[in-house]
């Protein structure tokens, strides 16, 4: 520590050992600290900074000062004032930007925790909705079986009813009369609207496949049956009519003549006319007929022809009229027994020969009795 101004020797000497020939200068009353030595001006009241870092250094005894520094830890620590709370200012501005700041971390904070959430809640709800999903097919499964088992029974029902009356057509020679009044009663209810709503996550590929196939078929059966029912709605009276014709062994009906003459150069020739009256053949034939004239259309009368020298005319068969120009209704009977065979085989399947060389294997096409059985077994194991 420096000397005190006018002060020859050091502190670290003794009161009044002065150099020689120095006269000390009055020192001023200085106050004392803790009852000790006073304190020289200018030196301030404490221990320096160095001091209190150094809490282990050793005080030399013969310093005046000792005695100051000497004083007890707890009135030294006293003597210290505490530190005082500081205010920090920061402007509008800064606090604004800090606002913004944080206002911006927390808003992608919260977007990426909403992400996070979001794929979360996604894969679970995904999850459930599938499960939801998969179980309302299962059910839509078990209740298009259950459609599907209906429709055979009809098929079945429709399928006798049509051979029964193909048998009394072809076999009997009968006109099935109460077959048209059963087949409108009867409705195959298998169409497209089964399937709105309907959903095929548990589906199999050929449960799918069949399940189309059997609407398209039962909507083809149903409109062939209709058109059938018309068709014995047409038929019934001129059919009925030329059975029970047939049954009473009535003598067959001559409906045509042949119309002999000779044209310009002496050549017979000969035209075959219709009756405008048809008689029973039987040993009555009458002396002349009334035809008429396809190539005139006038009607001409005839004298029933004994010579072939001489014009006249002659009676046709029926048998070979009818063989070689069926009537209409004997016609419309072929094509109603094949109307009917057709829907059998629709319904209950039919053998197809594989085409090819000497004997050829003979498959079976499907129906639609069979078609319903896969088609209801595959729903059934939907899950």
Do not use: C, W
Not at 204 to 232: C, F, H, M, P, W
Not at 272 to 286: D, G, Q, S, V, W
């Amino acid at each position: 520590m420096p000397a005190p101004s006018g002060v020859a020797g050091g502190i670290g000497q003794t009161t009044g050992n002065f150099g020689p020939g120095v006269v000390p200068a009055p020192t001023p009353t200085a106050p004392r600290v803790g009852g000790g030595l006073p304190v020289p001006p200018g030196i301030p009241v404490g221990p320096p900074p160095a001091f209190q870092q150094q809490a282990n250094h050793k005080l030399d005894p013969s310093n005046p000062l000792t005695s100051a520094f000497a004083q007890p830890q707890a009135q030294r620590a006293k003597s210290i004032p505490p530190p005082q709370p500081q205010r920090i200012e920061m402007d509008e501005l800064t606090v604004q930007e800090a606002r913004k700041g944080a206002r911006k971390q927390g808003l992608v904070a919260g977007i990426v925790v909403g992400v996070v959430l979001g794929v979360v809640g996604y894969i679970i709800g995904g999850a459930q909705e599938t499960n939801k999903g998969r179980a309302q097919s299962t059910a839509h499964a078990k209740s298009l079986a259950g459609d599907v088992n209906k429709s055979r029974e009809s098929l079945k029902v429709l399928a006798d009813k049509v051979e029964a009356g193909r048998n009394t057509l072809g076999r009997d020679k009968k006109f099935p009369d109460g077959l048209a009044k059963d087949l409108s009663g009867i409705v195959i209810d298998f169409d497209g609207t089964k399937l709105a709503g309907v959903r095929f996550s548990g589906f199999s590929t050929d449960t799918t496949t069949g399940l189309i196939e059997y609407i398209t078929g039962v909507q083809a059966l149903n409109d062939r049956k209709n058109a059938l029912v018309g068709l014995l709605t047409r038929l019934q009276k001129p059919m009925t009519e030329m059975f029970a014709s047939a049954a009473a062994n009535k003598p067959p009906q001559v409906t045509f003549v042949v119309l002999l003459n000779k044209d310009g150069a002496k050549n017979p020739y000969a035209i075959l006319a219709p009756l405008t009256k048809p008689f029973e053949l039987n040993a009555n034939i009458p002396a002349e007929f009334t035809a008429t004239d396809p190539t005139t259309r006038s009607n001409v009368t005839a004298p029933k022809i004994t010579s072939l020298d001489r014009p006249g005319a002659a009676y046709v068969v029926p048998r070979s009229i009818e063989a070689a120009m069926p009537s209409e209704t004997a016609g419309q009977v072929g094509q109603l027994v094949s109307q009917l065979t057709h829907i059998i085989n629709d319904v209950r399947g039919e053998p197809v020969a594989a085409a090819g060389a000497e004997g050829a294997v003979v498959d079976s096409k499907p129906g639609l009795l069979e078609r319903a059985d896969r088609l209801a077994t595959g729903l059934n194991k939907v899950q």
